[in-house]
Every structure is written in C-alpha cells, then in structure tokens.
C-alpha cells in the first residue's frame, strides 16, 4: 500500500475530527496509506483562512514540504455551497493545482455528522432531527446535542466524541442524497487518491 501525506486546513475541532476519521475511511477503501497534517484546526473561518495564505507560501519559499493532497474545510454558513467553493479556489496559489480538495459543510459540518440518521441512530441511539436546510447560527450544534442526549449519552464535547464511529459507519450514498456538499467532498477526495494510485503504478 502506497503512502501519501494530506494536509488538512480546519475551522475548528469538529471539523479536524471528522474529515481526519472520513480521509482515513476513504484512504483505506481506496488501498492508499495516508499520513495527515493538520495545518490548522482553531479560531474559525477567517483564521484558516489567513494560515492557508501563509502556508503556501511557505511551501513556495521551500520552508515546508508539499503535500501530495491539500484539504480545506470551511462552513458555507449562510453562503452557498458554491459560492464558498468559488472563494476558497479563487485562493489557490501557482503550484497547487491539481492538489486541492475542498470540504465546505452547508451550512454547518455538525450536518455531516448527522447526514445519515439510519447509521447515526446505530452509533448513538437515536436518529437525529430531519429538517430542511437553514443557516441560523449554533442551530445543527444544538440538533446534535439533543440527539445524543436523547440516545442517552452526555454529550461531552458536542458530539465530536462520536466523530470516528459515525465517519466508519455512515452509507455514504445515502449521506450523499442528504448532503450534497457531503457527496462532493467525498467524491473529489476518491478522485484524487485515484489519481494518485494511477501515478504511483509502476
């Protein structure tokens, strides 16, 4: 199994806990060993933001390796998932195309967590509320924490503690069909350790 470094660009520790769990699962099913830097992981959007800039940077001024996949994850919040995909791409430096994935939660990554209440309920106990999407602020972090505490868990740190298993055990296609932002970081991020496997071959 081939070996290939990931650099991961995160708001906050949801985030880090989840997409580090979902790129492990993925890396797995496609026969690629990953190592994963996390580059960033506090201080919301506008601090990943400003450390993604500096790194490339640094990367361009030899300070710091290049990684063979670049992952970077904001919330869309109230913007469009397209929109947000356009803003994050539109900051991509000379030497880094090709290497970018983009995870952009719309609205919020606490949405992914729960993108396939049938798994969800497995994992914690009780299937999380279904609703249409909505941008209010803090809205997905509270529906997180009342599922598990209606699954009788005490939600210590927000529902990140059920990160890995949910990433392990959701279907993706049926997160996909609820999560359309889901499905296409999951597909982007298949095609690009594809990519990679399909270089690497002797």
């Known amino acids: 199994m081939s070996r290939s470094t990931i650099d ?8 880090e806990e989840f997409l580090k769990a979902m790129i ?29 800039e500096l790194y490339q940077e640094a990367v361009r001024r030899g300070l710091s390796s ?17 929109e947000t995909l356009k803003s994050l791409a539109s900051r991509l430096k000379e030497g880094f195309e090709g290497r970018a994935v983009y995870a952009c ?20 106990g009780a299937e999380p509320p279904r609703e249409r999407r909505k941008c209010e602020r803090d809205r997905y972090k509270r529906h997180l924490v009342e599922a598990i505490r209606k699954g009788g868990h005490t939600p210590t740190l927000g529902g990140v503690e059920f990160a890995i298993e949910l990433a392990q055990k959701m279907d993706l296609y049926r997160a996909g069909k609820n999560e359309p932002s889901l499905k296409a970081f999951v597909e982007s991020l298949r095609r690009m350790l594809r990519l990679l496997s399909d270089v690497m071959q002797p």
């Open 8 to 15: 991961l660009f995160v708001e906050d520790r949801a985030h």
């Open 24 to 52: 492990s699962r993925l890396s797995a099913e496609e026969r690629r060993e990953t190592v994963i830097r996390v580059r960033s992981a506090r201080g919301g959007r506008g601090r990943v933001l400003e450390e993604f």
């Open 66 to 82: 290049i990684p063979d996949i670049l992952v970077v994850a904001v919330d869309a919040n109230c913007a469009s998932f397209h």
């Open 105 to 124: 939660p719309d609205p919020h990554v606490e949405r992914w967590y729960m993108a396939d209440p049938e798994s969800f309920a497995e994992v914690v």
